[in-house]
């Protein structure tokens, strides 16, 4: 297995403070929904088969196999795509980051990878902001955030009023979303969400203008 050399040297700074990155969150940089659209090497849809922790350079990480149902962009990287998260329990040892959000067994959803190269603490471009979750309510697909959030739209930054844009900065934690996704607050809302084709819909629209 390929040695994580890049994980391992952010890390001489964190293992002795992993309870401290527990207590504390995470920053991460914000991106705009067109940025994701933009940076991400890979974006599809696809199924969590599999959920692995394993151990490397004396690290516990988290192996996910994904099913790919649909590539939108990027190089179509077959039926399966197995990608690595730093944390996860195995065997005594556990090892977790604050705002790491690691997808479940089962779980169907859009995935914006960063780069498929496996070096990176989460392969997710901006982790939860690239991490959006297929729910079915009422026989119809629809789409929420990590945080289980509904998402109702998304739309281009240059499209929000300047009045009640936010300036971009940094993310903190499992729960924060790229600029121009608008979401419901409350989970029960779900209702009222993107249903995935129209999501999908929003992603390659963007990706062919």
């Known amino acids: 297995m390929k ?9 001489v700074v964190l293992m002795g403070g992993i309870i401290a990155l527990s207590a504390a969150a995470t920053t991460i940089q914000k991106f705009t929904f067109e940025e994701m659209v933009e940076l991400s090497e890979l974006i599809l849809e ?12 004396e690290l516990v990480y988290t192996r996910i196999l994904l099913e790919v149902h649909d590539v939108l962009k990027g190089d179509d990287p077959g039926e399966f795509l197995e990608l690595d998260f730093l944390g996860g329990e195995l065997n005594g040892k556990t090892v977790h980051v604050s705002g790491q959000d690691i997808p479940f067994e089962g779980e169907k959803g859009f995935y914006f990878i960063e780069n498929t190269s496996n070096d990176s603490v ?6 939860s902001q690239g991490h ?13 955030t990590a945080g ?9 930054v240059s499209s929000i009023p300047p009045s009640i844009k936010k300036p971009l900065s940094v993310v903190e934690g499992n729960t924060d979303i790229a600029a121009g996704v608008m979401t419901e607050s409350s989970p029960i809302m779900i209702q009222r969400a993107l249903t995935v084709e129209e999501f999908k819909s929003r992603i390659t629209d963007l990706i062919d203008n």
């Open 132 to 144: 959006f979750i297929i729910v079915e309510e009422d026989g119809v697909r629809r789409m929420r």
């Open 148 to 156: 289980n959030q509904p998402v109702t739209d998304v739309e281009p």
């Open 46 to 57: 696809g199924e969590v088969i599999s959920v692995n922790p394993f151990i490397s350079d």
């Open 122 to 127: 989460n392969p997710f471009l901006g982790w």
């Open 3 to 11: 040695t994580k050399k890049i994980i391992t040297d952010f890390l």
